[in-house]
Nanobody, 120 residues
Framework: QVRLVESGGGLVQAGGSLRLSCAASGRIFRVNDMAWYRQAPGKQRELVASITSGGDTNYADSEKGRFSISRDNAKNTVYLQMNSLKPEDTAVYYC??????????????WGQGTQVTVSS
């Protein structure tokens, strides 16, 4: 009933930039918090940044000043602008959103993930 589709990943050199997008679609009544997580090989999934429906943001310490999260509520889309990328940013990036479907309850949904690879 709800899908999150990420795009924008790819291969970039260290110091470069990428912009990820994640669009939610389906029988959506309301989208609350949206977030980006990432999972590197052999590591646990970790929060990168989150944003409330009102635009309040939160970042992991390692991303402060380099990454910027934003959203377009009219499009049910969240973005992650990543600048000054480092090889240690290499991971699969996942979109996450708390969504209430029409005539339904609030649930957490995940995207399928998009690979970001930063070469040194």
């Amino acid at each position: 009933q709800v899908r999150l589709v990420e795009s924008g990943g790819g291969l970039v050199q260290a110091g470069g930039s990428l912009r990820l997008s994640c669009a939610a679609s389906g029988r959506i009544f309301r989208v609350n918090d949206m977030a980006w997580y990432r999972q590197a090989p052999g590591k646990q999934r970790e929060l990168v940044a989150s944003i409330t429906s009102g635009g309040d943001t939160n970042y992991a310490d390692s991303e402060k000043g380099r990454f910027s999260i934003s959203r377009d509520n009219a499009k049910n889309t969240v973005y992650l602008q990543m600048n000054s990328l480092k090889p240690e940013d290499t991971a699969v990036y996942y979109c996450n959103a708390e969504i209430q479907i029409r005539f339904g309850r609030l649930s957490v949904y995940w995207g399928q993930g998009t690979q970001v690879t930063v070469s040194s």
